[in-house]
C-alpha cells in the first residue's frame, strides 16, 4: 500500500524560495530548477515556482504556496523573516518553511576565510534551523550533522542544468590539438588560506605541499590553468601559470568548456568539513567530458581515480598525461558513474526534486 496520498488533480502546485545565495548553491539548488519546474509537464499539473529575495510581508500573497523555502540563512535579519512567518503568516495558512542547505556551516577549518563569520554566527543558524518545520541538504553528512537541529531532513544531490551546460565534449574530441597536456583545477578561494586577509600565521588548505612542489616544478612540461582562485604558494610561477578569475555563475559554464582540459584535478583534504561537501566538481569536470583526480573523501568515493596522498595523486596526473587512451578510459567510467546525477532534465531528477519535499509531508506527485 502507497504510504503517500496522492495530490489530487487537477492541480497546481507553487512554491517560493528566499535565496540567500545568488552566485553559487543558490542558483545551483533554486534558480536552475525553479526556472525548468516552471516548465515542467505533468497531466492535468501545473507547477508555479519562483525565488525572492526580497520578503513579501502580505499574508494572502503565501496562500497558494505549498511550501516556503529560506535558501542559507544565517543572519539575524533572516532569523525575524523566519519567526515572522512562523507566528504570522502560519496562524492564518498553515504552510512548512523549510531550510535549504548546501554547506557545511559548523566547524569551518581556520584557513577558510569564512570560518570567523560562521563561527559568531553558530548560534543564531542553529535557532533558525531549529524555527524551521523541516530542511533540505545536499547531502548525508550535512544531514547528520543538522539533525539536532531539525527533526525532518531530507536529502536532494546536486545536478547541473543541461540547457546552460550543453552537450558534453567527447574524451577524443579535442585532446590530440593541444601542445602540452592542458590541466585544471576550478574552486573558490575557501580551498587556501587567504594571507593577505588572515595574517601570515594562518596556514593549511586543500592542497598538500608536494602537489604545490609539482605544479611549480611541471610548470614547463604541462599547461597548468587555475580558475577562481590562485593560492599564495604558487605565486612566484603564476606567469607560468593560465589564471582565470571567477565568472559570474551564469557565464560560469561557457567559460570553463573554452578552457577544454586533458585532466582535471580535485584535491580536498580529508576533513569533517570536507566530508559535508557535495560531489559537484565531479558533475562539473564530467560535464567538461575530461577524465579527473580526485581525493579519496566521502564526496568523490565512486569516481574511478583517487588518491590518499599527494604521491598517489601526482602519480594518476603523469599516468593520465602520458597515456590519451587512459584517459578517454577513466572519462567513461566516470561518466557512467555519474551520469544519473549529472543533469536536472533527466533521469526524473526534477520529480525526485518536487518529490522530496511533497513526501516529506505524506504527499507525492
Not at 552566485?23 to 534558480?31: A, E, L, M, S, Y
Not at 503568516?89 to 512548512?96: C, G, R, T
Not at 601559470?241 to 559554464?253: A, G, K
Request: with cysteine.
Amino acid at each position: 500500500m502507497n504510504k503517500f496520498k496522492k495530490i489530487q488533480r487537477p492541480t497546481r502546485l507553487g512554491f517560493v524560495c528566499y535565496v540567500g545565495d545568488v552566485q553559487g548553491c543558490g542558483t545551483i539548488r533554486v534558480i536552475y530548477p525553479y526556472f525548468l519546474l516552471n516548465h515542467y509537464r505533468e497531466q492535468n499539473l501545473m507547477m508555479s515556482a519562483m525565488y525572492l529575495m526580497n520578503y513579501v510581508t502580505d499574508i494572502d500573497f503565501y496562500k497558494d504556496f505549498a511550501y516556503v523555502q529560506f535558501q542559507r540563512s544565517a543572519t539575524p535579519q533572516h532569523f525575524q523573516l523566519v519567526k515572522h512567518f512562523k507566528s504570522v503568516v502560519q496562524k492564518k495558512y498553515p504552510i512548512p518553511v523549510i531550510y535549504e542547505i548546501d554547506d557545511m556551516l559548523f566547524d569551518i577549518p581556520e584557513w577558510n576565510y569564512a570560518s570567523a563569520w560562521y563561527n559568531q554566527q553558530r548560534s543564531l543558524i542553529e535557532k533558525i534551523m531549529g524555527h524551521c518545520d523541516g530542511m533540505i541538504t545536499s547531502t548525508a553528512k550535512l544531514r547528520e550533522v543538522y539533525s539536532p537541529y531539525c527533526k525532518r531532513i531530507s536529502v536532494i544531490p546536486n545536478h547541473l542544468p543541461k540547457f546552460v551546460w550543453g552537450d558534453i565534449f567527447e574524451a577524443t574530441d579535442y585532446k590530440d590539438e593541444n601542445e602540452k597536456v592542458r590541466i585544471l583545477w576550478a574552486g573558490s578561494q575557501n580551498h587556501f588560506a587567504m594571507k593577505e586577509i588572515q595574517g601570515d600565521a594562518v596556514k593549511g588548505g586543500d592542497f598538500g605541499s608536494e602537489l604545490m612542489d609539482f605544479i611549480r616544478k611541471t610548470t614547463d612540461k604541462y599547461e597548468w590553468h587555475l580558475m577562481g582562485a590562485m593560492p599564495q604558494e604558487l605565486h612566484n610561477v603564476k606567469d607560468k601559470i593560465h589564471f582565470h578569475p571567477w565568472e559570474n555563475i551564469f557565464q560560469y559554464p561557457a567559460r570553463i568548456k573554452s578552457i577544454e582540459p586533458d585532466i582535471c584535478i580535485a584535491p580536498l583534504q580529508d576533513m569533517e568539513f570536507n566530508r559535508g561537501k557535495s560531489n559537484i566538481k565531479c558533475l562539473e569536470y564530467t560535464a567538461l567530458g575530461a577524465p579527473a583526480v580526485y581525493s579519496d573523501v566521502t564526496p568523490y568515493k565512486f569516481m574511478a581515480l583517487k588518491a590518499k596522498t599527494d604521491e598517489q595523486f601526482i602519480d594518476h596526473i603523469e599516468k593520465l598525461a602520458g597515456d590519451i587512451d587512459y584517459r578517454a578510459r577513466i572519462f567513461k567510467k566516470d561518466y557512467q558513474r555519474i551520469k544519473p546525477q549529472l543533469w536536472w532534465e533527466e533521469n526524473d531528477n526534477l520529480k525526485k526534486y518536487i518529490n522530496t519535499y511533497l513526501n516529506m509531508w505524506g504527499k507525492c506527485l
